[in-house]
């Protein structure tokens, strides 16, 4: 079986992943002078590795950046464009050494620390993130850091592809999200949840936000080095847009990487850019911020992209889409109800076989420098999803259905044909109706959360996380 990266076949993974280590020998040799000694791929999104070389008698690391699966043609390059300006204008990033062909990635300065958390689900799940002292230190030093980001003249961006400054109100604030959902549609994935808080969005954009400034699009992310922040990094999703989008990235990013106290970062960063911080503001911006990475999550879960992270995706879509109905709720004084239990299993047989089996096979296969014992562990997770889903799906979608219909006072033969009925209500664009929607929308992702975990809610599940308030 052939699979085919960058335009070239290549024959399993074992020779991918020998063929991306030759091409990062050779560029290493070639722009730095420099003889690889160890090239360790890290647990991420997208395929990065630790490359450490020697060069004479010195011995030095790189951190080489590769694409997303599924990322666009020109985000990668955009990302490492996006840095070599924050760089030029005194940013703490990562120096940039440049762009690589093969494997399609650009090299910057590995920061020699300890490692972040990698604020994905399924490592939270095994290891819950703790702040320590010199981290939450370092966190608000980067609230400094986060204001000069800020602070830097959109113009120095006007080069880059996609960084077009808006000029309404409604750009400043919807820009980044429009793009997002407009891929959601064309992919499939927008659905009522979803095409929910896109309108909720729409009609609630605040009018009095019309400065437009760079943004980091994923705030919160840095290395440390004690106290100290040593360097800024992930801007794959920057834009221009308004600052608090960037606010409101730390509660969408805790608790699965923990960012201490909120509120205490919101005032560090008010002291530091000398502006007060309007938290009705940062509540929309967190329905933006959850309502882009949701559609988000949902598109790594391509079937046809090779490697990647589906059940991240599920884990991320569960959780992020239902905190960003929260984040309305609060918005509206709204209370939600959490009362909700799995009933008994239904056993499918031959799926519930099938699937057993694959779990089973599925540990057995061999592990190599292409496919490490965690990818085997991520492989393994989809079928375990899937399990729990046929034994609960005829309850989540009898349920979810049964909840639309107290909200139209129709009855509907299936899920299918109730989720056509309300989107038909959705897309009218009747306020009246959202909070009877972020209500029967939120059970239904807290129905999800629960089959997905196997569990009641419960506060010792990450995955059942209700979203801090900010405004009481």
């Given at each position: 079986?052939?699979?085919?990266?960058?335009?070239?076949?290549?024959?399993?993974?074992?020779?991918?992943e020998?063929?991306?280590?030759?091409?990062?020998?050779?560029?290493?040799?070639?722009?730095?002078?420099?003889?690889?000694?160890?090239?360790?791929?890290?647990?991420?999104w997208?395929p990065?590795?630790?490359?450490?070389?020697?060069?004479?008698?010195?011995?030095?690391?790189?951190?080489?950046?590769?694409?997303?699966?599924n990322?666009?043609?020109?985000?990668?390059?955009?990302?490492m464009?996006?840095?070599?300006?924050?760089?030029?204008?005194?940013?703490?990033?990562p120096?940039?050494y440049?762009?690589?062909?093969?494997?399609k990635?650009?090299v910057?300065d590995?920061?020699?620390?300890?490692?972040?958390?990698?604020?994905?689900l399924h490592?939270?799940?095994?290891?819950?993130?703790?702040m320590s002292?010199?981290r939450?230190?370092?966190?608000?030093g980067?609230?400094?850091?986060?204001?000069?980001?800020?602070?830097?003249?959109?113009?120095?961006?006007?080069?880059?592809r996609?960084m077009?400054?808006?000029?309404?109100?409604?750009?400043i604030?919807?820009?980044?999200?429009?793009?997002?959902?407009?891929?959601?549609?064309?992919?499939?994935?927008?659905?009522p949840?979803?095409e929910?808080?896109?309108?909720?969005?729409?009609?609630?954009?605040?009018?009095?936000?019309?400065?437009?400034?760079?943004i980091t699009?994923?705030a919160?992310?840095?290395?440390a080095?004690?106290?100290?922040?040593?360097?800024?990094?992930?801007?794959?999703?920057?834009?221009?847009?308004?600052?608090?989008?960037?606010?409101?990235?730390?509660?969408?990013?805790?608790?699965?990487?923990?960012?201490?106290?909120i509120?205490?970062?919101?005032r560090?960063?008010?002291?530091?850019?000398?502006?007060d911080?309007?938290?009705?503001?940062?509540?929309?911006h967190?329905?933006?911020?959850?309502?882009?990475s949701?559609?988000a999550a949902?598109t790594?879960?391509d079937?046809?992209?090779?490697g990647?992270?589906?059940?991240?995706?599920v884990?991320?879509?569960?959780s992020?889409t239902?905190?960003?109905?929260e984040?309305?709720a609060?918005?509206?004084?709204?209370s939600l109800?959490?009362?909700?239990?799995?009933?008994?299993?239904e056993?499918?047989?031959?799926?519930?076989?099938?699937?057993?089996?694959?779990?089973?096979d599925i540990?057995?296969l061999?592990?190599s420098?292409a496919?490490?014992?965690?990818?085997?562990?991520?492989?393994?997770?989809?079928?375990?999803f899937?399990l729990?889903?046929?034994?609960?799906?005829?309850?989540?979608?009898?349920?979810?259905?049964?909840?639309?219909?107290s909200?139209t006072?129709?009855?509907?033969?299936?899920?299918?044909?109730?989720?056509?009925?309300?989107?038909?209500?959705?897309?009218?664009?009747d306020?009246?109706?959202?909070?009877?929607?972020?209500?029967?929308?939120h059970?239904?992702?807290l129905?999800?959360?629960?089959?997905?975990?196997g569990?009641?809610?419960?506060d010792?599940?990450?995955?059942?996380?209700e979203l801090?308030?900010?405004?009481s």
């Open positions: 079986m052939q699979e085919h990266v960058d335009g070239q076949a290549v024959e399993g993974q074992d020779a991918l020998a063929s991306q280590h030759e091409g990062i020998t050779a560029w290493v040799r070639a722009n730095l002078a420099g003889e690889v000694r160890e090239i360790v791929r890290l647990e991420r997208r990065c590795w630790k490359v450490t070389y020697a060069k004479g008698s010195e011995v030095d690391s790189i951190f080489v950046r590769g694409n997303r699966p990322a666009g043609k020109h985000a990668l390059r955009f990302e464009d996006v840095m070599e300006v924050l760089e030029g204008n005194g940013v703490k990033v120096h940039i440049g762009w690589m062909e093969a494997p990635a650009f910057m590995w920061i020699d620390t300890e490692e972040r958390a990698p604020g994905m490592t939270a799940f095994e290891n819950t993130p703790k002292p010199d939450w230190e370092a966190m608000l980067y609230m400094h850091h986060l204001a000069d980001v800020h602070a830097v003249p959109i113009e120095k961006f006007s080069h880059i996609g077009a400054a808006p000029e309404t109100a409604t750009d604030a919807l820009q980044a999200t429009e793009r997002m959902y407009r891929y959601g549609r064309s992919t499939g994935n927008i659905d949840p979803l929910f808080m896109q309108q909720w969005l729409r009609r609630n954009v605040p009018e009095h936000r019309t400065e437009a400034r760079f699009g994923d919160g992310q840095f290395m080095a004690g106290t100290e922040v040593a360097g800024l990094l992930d801007f794959e999703i920057a834009t221009i847009g308004d600052t608090h989008w960037d606010l409101a990235c730390f509660r969408g990013r805790h608790p699965y990487e923990d960012m201490g106290d509120p205490a970062l919101y560090r960063y008010a002291e530091a850019c000398g502006t911080v309007d938290l009705r503001v940062v509540g929309y967190t329905v933006n911020f959850m309502q882009l949701s559609i949902l790594f879960m079937p046809d992209t090779i990647g992270n589906w059940i991240e995706g884990f991320e879509y569960c992020i239902r905190r960003g109905l984040a309305i609060e918005l509206q004084g709204q109800d959490r009362n909700l239990h799995l009933p008994e299993p056993i499918r047989r031959f799926e519930d076989s099938g699937l057993r089996k694959l779990l089973v540990g057995r061999p592990t420098t496919f490490a014992p965690w990818e085997r562990d991520l492989l393994g997770a989809v079928p375990d899937l729990k889903h046929a034994r609960y799906r005829g309850w989540f979608e009898r349920e979810t259905a049964q909840d639309i219909s909200l006072g129709q009855s509907y033969p299936d899920l299918v044909t109730a989720d056509a009925a309300v989107m038909e209500l959705i897309a009218a664009g306020p009246g109706h959202d909070s009877e929607l972020v209500r029967i929308l059970r239904r992702l129905r999800l959360s629960m089959i997905t975990a569990t009641d809610p419960t010792e599940n990450l995955l059942f996380y801090d308030p900010i405004l």
